[in-house]
């Protein structure tokens, strides 16, 4: 292969925040959310410049080790070879440890970045192959699925492929994500899975986990009995009390709710007339948000103007 040209012209990639498994869809069931982080890349003739303002201003590495970087360079060998230098500009809203997808947020920004400025790159890294590339960095699909495609996402494996279907979330739904102030690490709660789980529980959560695709999508009065969960959320509490304590007191309330992917981040899908009400019950301590529901995915946007 070739080794590539590059795009002199600055790219601009818009990501989704996600929340992945939605109660009983471990690793498999994600929806992103109105809640984005923005890169914007430029080919440079030598070095690498890392700016980052919001979330991880203080904390992220400014050099190679960057996870969004990793991820343009992982997609540049994929794509015949990396160019000299790189101008790299990222405005971070996504909370960071807090179960709402930055990791994948990064991965997507920095792999959609690559192929943008790369002429011919989709073309050489298609999108089924970016899906592989995204899952391969960060080491299952739901995140990232839902990230690159928008909606409501179901991602499998199949024959050591990583495959993924998108559907339309019922409009009506309105995110609300309680977001507590300290994070969690990925690593960390899922050191608290046991190796095995009872036949029943695997049970229950096979049906819930159907029926959620179908509360999701059509009937969002079946949400409450759709987010039960045995397979995860119960193991994990330990390390993640406050936000234990939250799903079960709004459930109780009768509000669909569960924590969003390894934690801590409560989600909660509102109907809209009630949304305002579940933003107010958490009490001190969080960080209430309420999210429309992103249907686009990661996107190439222009560097001013429409896309705001």
């Known amino acids: 292969m070739a080794h590539p040209a590059f795009r002199a012209a600055p790219v601009r990639v ?7 498994n939605l109660g009983p869809g471990f690793d498999a069931l994600g929806l992103a959310l109105g809640l984005y982080d923005d890169v914007v890349v430029r080919v440079a003739d030598s070095g690498l ?3 980052i303002a919001g979330e991880g201003a203080e904390t992220l590495p400014r050099d190679g080790t960057h996870l969004l970087v990793r991820s343009m360079y992982t997609a540049f060998e994929a794509l015949g070879g990396r160019p000299h230098g790189l101008d790299v500009v990222c405005a971070n809203r996504i909370p960071h440890g807090r179960g709402l997808g930055s990791s994948s947020a990064a991965i997507c920004a920095g792999l959609i970045a690559a192929r943008a400025v790369t002429p011919g790159g989709e073309a050489r890294l298609d999108d089924t192959a970016l899906l592989e590339l995204a899952t391969e960095i960060e080491g299952h699909p739901d995140n990232v699925a839902a990230c690159l495609l928008g909606g409501f996402t179901l991602a499998w494996g199949e024959g050591g492929a990583t495959r993924a279907i998108r559907m339309d979330p019922d409009p009506s739904l309105v995110p609300v994500v309680f977001v507590p102030a300290e994070p969690l690490l990925t690593e960390t709660a899922r050191g608290l899975l046991p190796r095995t789980v009872p036949h029943a529980d695997a049970a229950l959560n096979a049906g819930r986990a159907a029926l959620l695709v179908e509360a999701i999508t059509r009937r969002p009065e079946l949400l409450l009995p759709a987010t039960e969960d045995r397979l995860h959320q119960e193991y994990r509490a330990p390390a993640m009390p406050g936000s234990a304590d939250l799903v079960a007191r709004l459930r109780a309330d009768g509000v669909p709710a569960v924590i ?4 801590p981040t409560v989600l909660a899908l509102a109907a809209d007339g009630e949304a305002e009400k579940v933003s107010r019950s958490a009490g001190e301590g969080w960080t209430a948000n309420r999210l429309a529901l992103d249907t686009a995915g990661a996107r190439v946007l222009p560097l001013t103007g429409s896309g705001e």
């Open 14 to 20: 818009r990501v989704p925040a996600t929340s992945a």
């Open 260 to 263: 969003s992917g390894a934690g």
């Open 49 to 51: 410049r890392v700016d």
